[in-house]
């Protein structure tokens, strides 16, 4: 196939067993994206995604990759195509890209904001969008301990127990906390994650910030690889693919 | 039953099929509170709303109302019911309430809001509460239109073809609009509304304020029932319950 199509896109990951399609029950963002784009093209279409996502992770500017023969411009392809999606998947930009660009192999970097609602409860519109979590926590402690994992380390003990894979080393270039009106946004930037690694980092930082766990066990978990030294995971509904850089 | 309990709740309603059980497939909001409050009561309790609302449709107050035999205190059921029902249901406040008390029956009046964003595309996050409508309308024509509907009317034209109503008569106490930011909401305050009717009169009236649909038509279709003489419906993700007085 003689054209090779880069798009970024956004979605709403609530209603979503995530991006990557399955044998399993339920729509993912993979299958509506191919049903729509190869209903435009009128031909079969695989689409690859930059990354995996868990089901109800929402997305901003989330890369996909796909080859076609079609001669129709990009332009009037994603006009066209975003009439068939559902309002929760959006086709932001689409472009002519290099034969050899693959959305998944060549992504380098990802950066995922995970937004925590603090103060006041929220009202119910806003369950899909954050993570509620009223109890007092400071701030500093909480980023000395995102501190930790910044670098190359065995994310083993920050890992789902349901994994199927085997090496854990990972690279974290940046985590940091940000303060956003009566949001708190965890902010990473590295190279892959493994299943579930975010949103453990997120509930065991949230955990030493409220002191309810020692910063220490943190550097324990990590050389260690030792799941009883991190708190559990916080719910997908909180958790943002913000940008994918290659 | 000794006692009667009147709750007032907020529910995003994206992921329901409206408040009514039913016997079709698809979870309700009234079916999710039965089965939470009965489980705390540890007995089955039928529970009453004070409207029927679409799939779709989210309420900030509603009002319930149940018959219970259980001594315990308001606050208590109200506090471990919450942490039963899912986060897109939330009971804000639960009381005594007369013997004679009921949500349904003695309902006297129903606000409604229904929200329109306008100017640039709203992000994904934002399609389950309101309805985008990017094309330029006239206020001051839409407040007109608006004008027409209150009073007493026979609101035939103006309802769903598939109702089984045989009395369209229905009296609109306010209907006005207000501008929220980029957002414009419409105002709904009446004793009762036919099915649809609410999301076919801001359908009919953006089409008045958008230059696609002549001002008298409204009136002509309030005296002829004429269904052909007004707009399609607007999404129900728009639509709120915002309060019912007794």
Redo the contacts between chains.
């Keep these: 196939m003689n054209r090779n199509i880069k798009a970024v896109i956004?979605?709403?990951g609530?209603?979503f067993k995530g991006f990557q399609k399955q044998t399993k029950w339920g729509p993912t963002i993979q299958g509506v994206l191919e049903q729509a784009i190869g209903h435009t093209l009128q031909k079969k279409v695989k689409v690859y995604g930059c990354s995996r996502t868990d089901a109800g992770v929402?997305a901003?500017d989330y890369t996909i990759s796909f080859k076609t023969d079609n001669p129709i411009p990009a332009e009037n392809l994603r006009r066209v195509t975003n009439k068939k999606l559902p309002?929760?998947?959006?086709i932001k930009q689409m472009d002519e890209a290099d034969p050899e660009f693959h959305a998944r192999h060549l992504a380098k970097q990802k950066y995922y904001i995970y937004k925590v609602l603090r103060g006041q409860?929220p009202?119910?519109?806003e369950?899909?969008?954050k993570y509620y979590f009223p109890e007092e926590a400071d701030l500093k402690l909480m980023q000395q301990a995102l501190d930790e994992f910044v670098g190359d380390h065995n994310f083993k003990a920050f890992s789902s127990k349901h994994t199927d894979v085997t090496d854990f080393s990972r690279s974290v270039h940046q985590a940091y906390l940000t303060e956003e009106g009566d949001e708190l946004w965890f902010h990473f930037m590295g190279t892959g994650f493994v299943y579930h690694m975010l949103r453990i980092i997120v509930g065991t930082v949230l955990d030493v910030g409220a002191g309810k766990r020692d910063l220490l066990t943190i550097p324990e978990a990590l050389e260690t690889g030792d799941r009883s030294k991190r708190s559990k995971k916080v719910p997908a509904a909180g958790l943002y693919l913000k940008e994918v850089f290659y």
């Design positions: 956004e979605f709403d609530s209603h929402h901003c309002l929760s998947i959006y409860r009202p119910v519109f369950h899909n969008y």
